[in-house]
């Protein structure tokens, strides 16, 4: 799979995640694991899908 | 003195009937030494009096209460359930009452969210599951333990103190009439979840508990839903949490639910929380209908096992072993597979046949096989029970996906009691079990077979070695005879069955002839003319060859003996 998003989609996806975050309100949190379960599903790598699980528990 | 109530439980559906307590010989000087004694008459308990008494082995069965189960607590049995109750010829009388189905449905927010279908075969005679009362399950079995000679019910008997030396178990029994000693060369502790024989020999079980609590009452009502499961995830009157619906015989309907934190068991029975909360639930399907309630009960699930069911002479088995959460209905169903393991183990080590690395194999398989219930069971209740925050929110975010997307559909699995394998067990000679095209490998259970109608592989098996030979020649089929004759002789039971597609019209007296024209039980079992499946009496494959070798056989009979 092709990780690397070019800089300009990077750029709309934060946005967008942003927005979506706000319009979620209170169940942002809930809106966030949808959010990972379905890209995780897009992917259909288990083990990358774990690995940034673990990156991401990092520097909280 | 031990007096249990002689009053019957009240049901709105079922009689109890009250069974006399009846002074044993011990109580009046005698002495006598027991094979085995199995205490508690549960599903289990008697199940293995039923298997040991089909190897000739009698028991003694204590049992506390003096009636069978308080409300219908188990209410769902496998196909599996169903193959181990055949064996002891009870399934008759199930299949006249029990209600079979195989489909469950999930719902989220008043829609269908997944529904999933066990699969099923035309290939036997069960279907995958049935729903039946405990209840009647015990007083069906029961009718069949008080058909054996071999079998004596003491009711109202309760074992109050267990030691064991390197011979014997000695018990202490209070009974109406006082107490009494027994002494038994083998002790089965069938004694259920609470198991006294487990706390008197200070056996710790394994396992991690969940803090969900929940409700069943089983209520009568005319419903007119079909018999399939069903699972209401996050209900508008009950807020994050699952209720479950159930068909039992007799218009009879499980609902199960859990409880909000923080609430006792005492309120969440209390008869305005029940009236309020089953309303709601039948108020959100729709339904609104008189119903009566008959039982109802409060409980948590657990997923604990004993790490060793055998502790000296005393062999732990069913709910006294292991306790696992209802979910997926394994309570009963995994202490029939239990207590078929054990039975012809122990008796086959009782009558000096096998070593006792038989009866420790027991241990090993169907420890197994709980901890790998524990972590499929593990898995439903964390989904139905979320027991902390990341995996509610997961529950949650899947909840939520179920409505548009159905990659989420098998996290709705519930994962039901299945038959388990014993792939690795000591038991198994590898010999052509790699090579097999098809058929089941070692360690599994056989697969039935359709022979014809109302005539199924199954049907043909016995509390014995099995040994299923494909279109033998005569000069194979006369030595096969042979060595059956010469086990006998060593009380090793054998059934031969031959699987052909030339029926002799004069079959020989020792052997099954199972008529197979089409090939179809021979290609499911990816065999050719001179192939061999051994499996033993509790239907579990131990070897297969391709092509009979008649020494192989013997060999691999000796290894589950230990006789190698
Ligand atoms: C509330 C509840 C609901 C359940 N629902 C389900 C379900 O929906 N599906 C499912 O599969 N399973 C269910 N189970 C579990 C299921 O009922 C058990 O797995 C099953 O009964 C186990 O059978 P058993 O023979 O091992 O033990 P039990 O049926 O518990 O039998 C043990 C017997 O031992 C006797 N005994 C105990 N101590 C002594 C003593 N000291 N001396 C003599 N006798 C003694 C007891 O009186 C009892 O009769 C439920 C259990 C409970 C408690």
Known sequence: ?60 | MHQPDTTPRHSIYYDYRVYPFSRPPEMDGHSLNHQVVIVGAGPIGMMTALNLAQHGIPSVVLEADNQVSHGSRAIVFTRRSMEILQQVGVTARILEKALPWSRGNSFYRGQCVFRMEAPDTPDSRFRPMYNLQQQYLEEYILDQVMHSELIEMRWASKVMAVEQDDNSVHLTVDTPEGEYRLTSDWLVAADGARSFVRSALNQRMEGASYSGQFVIADIRIDLDFPTERRAYFDPEWNPGNTVLMHREPDNIWRIDYQLPQGETPEQALSEASLHQRINAQLKMVGIDAPWELDWCSVYSARTLTLPDYRVGRVVFTGDAAHILPIFGVRGANTGLQDCQNLAWKLALHIKGVAGLDLVDSYSSERVQAAREIIDEAGKSTRFMAPPSKGYRLLRDATLSLSLQKDFVGPLFHWRTSRAHNYPDSSLNTAADNAVFASGPANGMPLENIQLSENNYLFDHLDNAFNLLLFNLTPVQLDQMQTLQANLRAEEIPINLLHVTSRPAEQAEPSVTQLVDISGHMRSAYGAGSGSVYLARPDHHVAARWLSLDVAAVKQAIDNILNKA
């Open chain 1, 1 to 60: 799979m092709n990780s690397n998003l070019r800089p300009q989609e990077l750029e709309s996806v934060y946005d967008a995640l942003a927005e979506s975050l706000d319009q979620a309100g209170e169940q942002d949190r809930l809106y966030l694991v949808k959010v990972a379960l379905c890209l995780a599903n897009l992917t259909g790598d288990a083990d990358a899908v774990l690995n940034s699980f673990r990156e991401c528990l990092e520097d909280l």
